[in-house]
């Protein structure tokens, strides 16, 4: 009937379908079996097209054209924020390239770069923005600091790979050259002739210079050798001028000037000049050894000037000032035995800069510098002697003495004349003086030693304690080495006075003098009035600015207790004066 005629169909329909279905999973299961077969042929259109298998050495190279296109499209734009990331990726990616050899693209880029980074103008950078300026400023640093002469050595050294073992063919077949790289005590003058000719060099190779000179004084067998390589490899180390040292390098060189200062003294009997007029080697080294010091000792104050004086690393800086006292104090005999007065009259100072403070922990007695630094009769160096000793003896609390001896100096009428870090201790010397006048109730005369300092509206910079300000538009714009120069004038932090202190002591002086001169104006009403003799601007500016403000609270600190309290003292009510001047926020007493 046409019913089971149409079931039939209905059937017959079903019974393709689920063949149809069958052959088609049938089809993909074969397909995904043919992958793993050698040899065997895709049936589908996409796996027509053979796949390209890349090798680990091209697709490092296809990285590096990336970073390189990247930091041109950044240089471009100057997105130097970019730029400085892909910097990092770049030094990485090379530095994993270097086992297949670098391309010249890649040294073509570095001298490109260099290029840009030292040819672009001051006053192209200050166009930039301000984060993208700093960060120009920090990759041209960091490229400094980066050898690109290490990946240029590596990548042109042959090798072969046989299996999974690469072959040096530079150590497997050249043993001449291995030759020549063995360091002897016969080659060993040569090989610091070689080294300190590329001092000075952008590109010169200060680290593997330095590691090759700690293997010339592993194998020198004389003094006189010894003494010539440890000239050589402190000079070398000290070629480090972009950044400050670290506690760690800093006390490497104090160790390897304790081992030249061993040689000098040992050796002290051998500096007279030899029979055909040269002089002697050791009376060469002992020079250098002078020079040497100095440097160091400027770097240990560049260090703890810009080292976070909240952090270990600012103790550890400070132990190693210890240690480099201790050599300072040695190099003086050194000195004396070689008759470098020069020498001896500034290693004493700097030692007495180092240590007057230090009472109890000072390796040399200061009084002994002192007379020392005296008996030079060089007036660059007595003055701030002077300067040190008024401080001394203002902090032993002797006033009097030390009043009596700057007095009679008359340092301020030659001050002037001297260097920017003998004026900035002869402000800290007034200081001193002020304070302890203060402590001592001379109240006139710490009024009149604090009153410039405290009335120049920065009194950090006149301490030495905050960089001077330059003004980029201006002439008072430094270089990098302006500013290090700047930075190594400061004083540690250890040293630091507290200027609100400073501030609070000169207010008070300055309310306790200057008020009741006021009210004895006022009062002489039919008699000439009294000449004026204190003219606290400095509080009379902080009082007006009280009054000016619309809405005054109670006091909250040493500055505000300090103006509640002159208010009270105008109005003649000297008890509520009293009280407040000794409420805990005044940090005074």
């Known amino acids: 009937s046409d019913s089971d005629a149409m079931v039939e169909d209905d059937e017959e329909e079903e019974e393709e379908a689920v063949d149809a279905e069958e052959q088609e999973r049938q089809k993909e299961l074969q397909s995904r079996r043919s992958r793993f077969l050698v040899g065997a042929e895709s049936s589908s259109e996409e796996e027509d097209v053979q796949r390209v298998v890349k090798s680990q050495k091209d697709k490092i190279y296809e990285e590096l054209d990336a970073i390189r296109e990247a930091m041109g499209d950044g240089i471009d734009e100057d997105e130097w924020i970019e730029v400085g990331d892909d910097f990092d990726r770049l030094i990485k990616t090379a530095t994993r390239a270097v086992r297949y050899g670098l391309p010249e693209t890649f040294f073509d880029f570095v001298d490109f770069l260099e290029d840009v980074l030292s040819g672009k103008s001051a006053e192209s950078v200050k166009k930039l923005k301000a984060d993208d300026a700093r960060a120009f ?32 063919q530079s150590v497997a077949g050249m043993s001449g050259q291995a030759d020549s790289d063995e360091i002897t005590p016969a080659n060993v003058a040569q090989r610091i002739q070689d080294i300190m000719g590329t001092r000075g060099r952008r590109k010169g190779e200060r680290v593997e210079n330095i590691a090759v000179l700690r293997r010339c004084l592993a194998v020198a067998n004389t003094p006189e050798l010894r003494g010539q390589v440890l000239v050589a490899l402190l000079s070398t180390q000290l070629d480090q001028s972009q950044t400050a040292f670290s506690s760690q390098q800093l006390s490497t060189l104090v160790d390897d000037a304790s081992a030249l200062i061993d040689i000098s003294l040992t050796s002290s009997g051998s500096h007279v000049p030899a029979v055909d007029g040269e002089v002697s080697p050791f009376l060469v080294q002992a020079l250098s050894l002078g020079s040497l010091l100095k440097r160091c000792d400027e770097e240990m104050s560049i260090a703890m000037n810009t080292c976070d004086h909240h952090s270990p690393a600012y103790l550890e800086l400070v132990k190693v000032e210890m240690r480099l006292i201790g050599q300072m104090a040695r190099a003086v005999t050194v000195f004396q035995t070689f008759s470098f007065d020069e020498f001896v009259g500034d290693m004493q100072l700097r030692l007495l800069q180092r240590t007057f403070y230090r009472t109890k922990t000072s390796p040399v007695p200061v009084d002994s510098l002192l007379r020392a630094v005296y008996a030079t009769g060089d007036e660059a160096l007595q003055l701030p002697a002077l300067l040190f000793h008024v401080t001394i003896l203002a902090g032993r609390g002797r006033y009097s003495e030390a009043r009596q001896l700057f007095t009679q100096s008359r340092a301020a009428d030659s001050v002037h004349k001297h260097s920017p870090s003998t004026q900035v201790l002869y402000n800290r010397t007034l200081v001193h003086l002020g304070l302890a006048a203060f402590r001592a109730g001379h109240f006139a005369d710490a009024y009149y030693c604090l009153q410039e300092i405290c009335s120049s509206g920065r009194p950090k910079e006149v301490l030495g304690q905050a960089m001077p300000y330059a003004d980029p538009q201006g002439s008072g714009k430094r270089g990098q080495e302006g500013e290090r120069q700047e930075r190594a004038r400061l004083i540690p932090h250890h040293l630091h006075f507290n200027v609100e202190l400073v501030d609070s002591v000169f ?9 009741p001169q006021s009210a004895a104006q006022h009062a002489a009403v039919h008699q000439p009035a009294p000449r004026k003799i204190f003219q606290a601007r400095h509080l009379k500016r902080i009082l007006d600015a009280h009054e000016r403000s619309l809405f005054n609270g109670p006091p909250e600190n040493s500055r505000e207790t300090i103006v509640a309290a002159s208010r009270a003292l105008a109005r003649a009510d000297w008890r509520r004066c009293v009280e407040l001047l000794s409420t805990p926020a005044v940090k005074l007493w």
């Open 137 to 168: 400023t920090t990759l041209k640093q960091r490229f400094k600091k980066t050898d690109f002469s290490v990946f240029r050595r590596e990548s042109e050294v042959p090798s072969v790979t046989v299996g999974a073992e690469r072959v040096d």
């Open 507 to 515: 207010s008070i002086v300055s309310m306790a003098l200057e008020l």
